[in-house]
């Protein structure tokens, strides 16, 4: 059975910074490219950043781009979102997914899920 686990998120001050950790198992992770996704209250869920099976390719959101990190250690089955000078307006739902598609993990439609973890940053 896939599981993967957030953990990571909590309340921050704008300007402030998190990172997130997705741990996998019941997978073969090194295989399988890896995304974040939020949803904020109300909004649908969206990418935020996604790395390929072996870290060379890597995708942001425009939104993101240049405060979020995404990495991974196949060694650890765990990939890593580094959110720094973050805004009251990244507050959401961050939860990691797992698919061998490239295109799919950049999208809803990607086959596994995490139950997601929660990012609050205060003005």
């Known amino acids: 059975q896939v599981q993967l686990v957030e953990s990571g998120g909590g309340l921050v001050q704008a300007g402030g910074s998190l990172r997130l950790s997705c741990v996998a198992s019941?997978?073969?992770?090194?295989?399988?490219?890896m995304g974040w996704f939020r949803q904020a209250p109300g909004k649908e869920r969206e990418s935020v950043a996604a790395i390929s099976y072996n870290g060379g390719l890597i995708a942001y959101a425009d939104s993101v781009k240049g405060r979020f990190t995404v990495s991974r250690d196949n060694a650890k089955f765990t990939v890593y979102l580094q959110l720094n000078s973050l805004k009251p307006e990244d507050t959401a739902v961050y939860y990691c997914a797992a698919d061998r598609d490239w295109r799919r993990i950049r999208s809803t439609g990607s086959t596994h899920w995490g139950q997601g973890t929660q990012v609050t940053v205060s003005s």
């Open positions: 019941g997978l073969y992770f090194s295989t399988y490219a």
